[in-house]
T-cell receptor, first 113, second 113 residues
Framework: NAGVTQTPKFRILKIGQSMTLQCTQD?????MYWYRQDPGMGLKLIYY???????DKGEVPNGYNVSRSTTEDFPLRLELAAPSQTSVYFC????????????FGNGTRLTVT | SQELEQSPQSLIVQEGKNLTINCTSS?????LYWYKQKYGEGLIFLMM?????EEKSHEKITAKLDEKKQQSSLHITASQPSHAGIYLC?????????????FGTGTRLKVLA
C-alpha cells in the first residue's frame, strides 16, 4: 500500500526557474493538501482540494499554482522560483471521515539559489 | 495571524520529567490532531480528538480537548529521549464551506539523557 507518494525527494532550483512537485495517492481520498515547512517551523497550508476539479487557497498561496484533474494526483507548480520558496514541501490526503487523520508523503526538500 | 497557536515554541527537559504542550485557537475546532515529527522526516499521527472534554492516551502521551473545543493540551509523562522531536497540532477549520486542515507553529522538544 503506497499511500501518499511525493516526487522528487530533493531539488535545487535557480532563481526564476519553474518546476512541478508531484503528489499522488492511492487511497481514493477526496481531500488533498500542500504544505510548506520552513526550518524549525510548523506547517503552512499552501493550497488544498476537496475533489477533482476543485481547489482553494490556503494560508500562503502566492507564487504557487495547483490543479486537480484526477482524484489521485495533486501537483504543485512553482512558476518563478524565489529564494523565499526554499522549504520542505509536504503533500497530504484524507477521506475526511470522522476520526481519520491526514496521511502525509515523505516530503520534497527544495532549495532555490 | 496564526489561527492555531502552540506553546511553548521549544522545550528542553531532563529525562524522566513530565511536560505539557498547548494548542489554542480562537475558532471552534471540528477535529484536533496531534502529530510528531522527527527532525528532517515526515509526520507521524499520534491521536485525534473530536468531542469537547475528550481525553485520549497512548503509552505515556495523553491529549485533551477542552469543553469549548478551542484548546488542547498534550502531556508526556516520564519523558524519554525517544520523545524528542517536533510536536504539531492540526485542526479542521471550516473555511469556504469546506474543511481545511491547518497546523500550529510546532513545539520542538529535546529530552536530555
Amino acid at each position: 500500500n503506497a499511500g501518499v507518494t511525493q516526487t522528487p525527494k530533493f531539488r535545487i532550483l535557480k532563481i526564476g526557474q519553474s518546476m512541478t512537485l508531484q503528489c499522488t495517492q492511492d487511497m481514493n481520498h477526496n481531500y488533498m493538501y500542500w504544505y510548506r515547512q520552513d526550518p524549525g517551523m510548523g506547517l503552512k497550508l499552501i493550497y488544498y482540494s476537496v475533489g477533482a476539479g476543485i481547489t482553494d487557497k490556503g494560508e500562503v498561496p502566492n507564487g504557487y499554482n495547483v490543479s486537480r484533474s484526477t482524484t489521485e494526483d495533486f501537483p504543485l507548480r512553482l512558476e518563478l522560483a524565489a529564494p523565499s520558496q526554499t522549504s520542505v514541501y509536504f503533500c497530504a490526503s484524507t477521506n475526511h471521515q470522522p476520526g481519520s487523520p491526514l496521511h502525509f508523503g515523505n516530503g520534497t526538500r527544495l532549495t532555490v539559489t | 495571524s496564526q489561527e492555531l497557536e502552540q506553546s511553548p515554541q521549544s522545550l528542553i527537559v531532563q529525562e524522566g520529567k513530565n511536560l505539557t504542550i498547548n494548542c489554542t485557537s480562537s475558532k471552534t475546532l471540528y477535529g484536533l490532531y496531534w502529530y510528531k515529527q522527527k527532525y528532517g522526516e515526515g509526520l507521524i499521527f499520534l491521536m485525534m480528538l473530536q468531542k469537547g472534554g475528550e481525553e485520549k492516551s497512548h503509552e505515556k502521551i495523553t491529549a485533551k480537548l477542552d469543553e469549548k473545543k478551542q484548546q488542547s493540551s498534550l502531556h508526556i509523562t516520564a519523558s524519554q529521549p525517544s520523545h524528542a522531536g517536533i510536536y504539531l497540532c492540526g485542526a479542521d477549520i471550516l473555511g469556504s464551506g469546506t474543511y481545511k486542515y491547518i497546523f500550529g507553529t510546532g513545539t520542538r522538544l529535546k529530552v536530555l539523557a
